[in-house]
Nanobody, 121 residues
Framework: QVQLVESGGGLMQPGGSLRLSCAAS????????MGWFRQAPGKEREYVAA????????YYLDSVKGRFTISGDNAKNTIYLQMSSLKPEDSAVYYC??????????????WGQGIQVTVSS
C-alpha cells in the first residue's frame, strides 16, 4: 500500500502563486509515476500533471501549460506542483495520485485525501 498526503493549499489572489506538496509513504518502491488531479464543484475531475518516478515529466493539462510545474524529490518521496499566474478557474480540490501498475493514461491506484485551492480576490 502507498499513502499520500497533500499540503500547501489555501486561498490566493488571481495572478498569485502556490506550491502543493504530496508526500508518499509505504511501498514507495512500487510507484511508477505520480500525478495531480483537480475537481471543481459540479465539474468533472481533470488530470492536471504527471511525472514519472524517474523524474521525466510526462503530462500537463493544456490549460495549465506554462503556468504550472510538476517536480519530484525522490529522496523525500515527495512531488510538488508549483502553480503560478493563478486564475479563478484553477479553484478546485487538488488530489495527488500514485500509479504502481503503469497502465498509462489517467489510471492511478492510490489517492490522497485532497486539498482545497481557492483563487479569488
Amino acid at each position: 500500500q502507498v499513502q499520500l498526503v497533500e499540503s500547501g493549499g489555501g486561498l490566493m489572489q488571481p495572478g498569485g502563486s502556490l506550491r502543493l506538496s504530496c508526500a508518499a509513504s509505504g511501498r514507495t518502491a512500487s510507484i511508477y509515476r505520480m500525478g495531480w488531479f483537480r475537481q471543481a464543484p459540479g465539474k468533472e475531475r481533470e488530470y492536471v500533471a504527471a511525472i514519472r518516478w524517474s523524474g521525466s515529466i510526462t503530462y500537463y493539462l493544456d490549460s495549465v501549460k506554462g503556468r504550472f510545474t510538476i517536480s519530484g524529490d525522490n529522496a523525500k518521496n515527495t512531488i510538488y506542483l508549483q502553480m503560478s499566474s493563478l486564475k479563478p478557474e484553477d479553484s478546485a480540490v487538488y488530489y495527488c495520485a500514485a500509479d504502481s501498475r503503469a497502465t498509462g493514461g489517467s489510471s492511478y491506484d492510490y489517492w490522497g485525501q485532497g486539498i482545497q485551492v481557492t483563487v479569488s480576490s
